[in-house]
């Protein structure tokens, strides 16, 4: 993955296909580390497949039996020489508190810091496909906070999906001004 | 500065418009948005058809969505395009160029573009 913000995306569609009703994304930037968070309340891993998922040879996909999107992850922020976790409650054992949290640290000052890109290309792309579920984004940086609730969104358009093509656009250019106001992020586009 | 009665306001005029729901289209165009498919480039890809679809104003006829991975990995980013009545069109290795080019040519002007199109596997 050529940028951190592609991870997220990636991780994210797991909480989609976990049937999340809210998937929360935070990221706490300081000019030395990178923390990111990826929590949903969807039905959550069970303890054998959670110690598993780490793994490469361990996926849900039916089309061959590799799954690299959680190692991918884990790679980009132990490269850092930082910290990966990754915390779930499956619904069985936990119906009324399940969901998966998984986190990870950079350490941007590593030479094998990966940047994290385009954030907000990643974030169109999840509300696009999912616009069901509940987002929330916040992204705190050195010079101020960025941040998204698509029920806020949702209150406002009444019946208009969030996945309408002009929503989105809106959503791009909302969250680029927010960019803008704090610390003067360009969040370059590839 | 962007402010939520900008939203109201699409709201408006969505509710002015007859069509109003999402997946209407006759068109679906499916974008691979599996890890194989994000690593390649998937995500530009994605959003240049959103862009693209409304900008040439076929949101009324063509749904864009996202799926996992079909198993072509190594062709990524897949997208697949499906018409009612119409066999189904497997576009591969796309970019953000192609993507345009295909809505031009093809959701628009209803030519498939062959060079883009997988060969026999």
């Known amino acids: 993955m050529k940028e951190i913000s592609l991870n997220i995306l990636d991780i994210a569609q797991n909480s989609v296909k976990a049937g999340a009703e809210t998937v929360r994304i935070e990221l706490k930037e300081t000019t030395e580390t990178l923390f990111v968070s990826i929590s949903d309340d969807g039905c959550g891993m069970k303890p054998d497949f ?31 020489g930082g910290e990966f976790s990754i915390v779930s409650r499956d619904s069985e054992n936990f119906p009324t508190d399940h969901g998966t ?35 929330v984004f916040t992204h705190t940086l050195p010079g101020g906070e960025v941040r998204l609730d698509t029920d806020e969104l949702k209150e406002a358009l009444g019946g208009v999906p969030l996945s309408h093509p002009e929503v989105v656009a809106w959503i791009a250019d909302y969250l680029k001004e927010q960019y803008d106001g704090a610390n003067g992020n360009p969040c370059p586009s590839i | 500065m962007k402010s939520l009665e900008e939203l109201a ?13 999402e997946g209407s289209g006759d068109i679906r165009v499916v974008v691979g948005m599996a890890t194989c498919g994000i690593a390649a480039g ?24 996202q799926t996992g991975c079909i198993g072509i990995c190594q062709f990524e980013p897949v997208v697949e395009v499906f018409e009612a009545g119409k066999e189904k069109v497997t576009y591969v290795k796309m970019t953000p160029e192609k993507a345009k080019e295909v809505v031009e040519k093809h959701l628009k002007g209803g030519k498939v ?7 026999d596997i």
Request: aromatic share 8%.
């Open chain 1, 101 to 135: 949290t998984t986190s990870a640290l950079f350490y941007k000052t590593s030479i094998d810091y990966t940047p994290l890109g385009d954030v907000i290309s990643t974030l169109t792309v999840l509300i696009q496909g999912a616009p069901e579920i509940r987002w």
């Open chain 2, 113 to 119: 573009i062959t060079d883009y199109v997988i060969k």
């Open chain 2, 9 to 21: 306001a699409i709201r408006e005029r969505m509710q002015n418009k007859v069509v109003l729901r």
């Open chain 1, 50 to 80: 959670l110690a598993a998922v780490t793994d490469p040879f361990t996926t849900t996909r039916t089309t061959r039996n590799v799954g690299l999107g959680i190692p991918l992850f884990k790679l980009a922020c132990e490269q850092t």
């Open chain 2, 42 to 65: 998937a995500r530009p890809v994605l959003n240049a058809f959103v862009e693209e679809v409304n900008r040439e104003g076929l949101s009324d006829k063509v749904t864009v969505t």
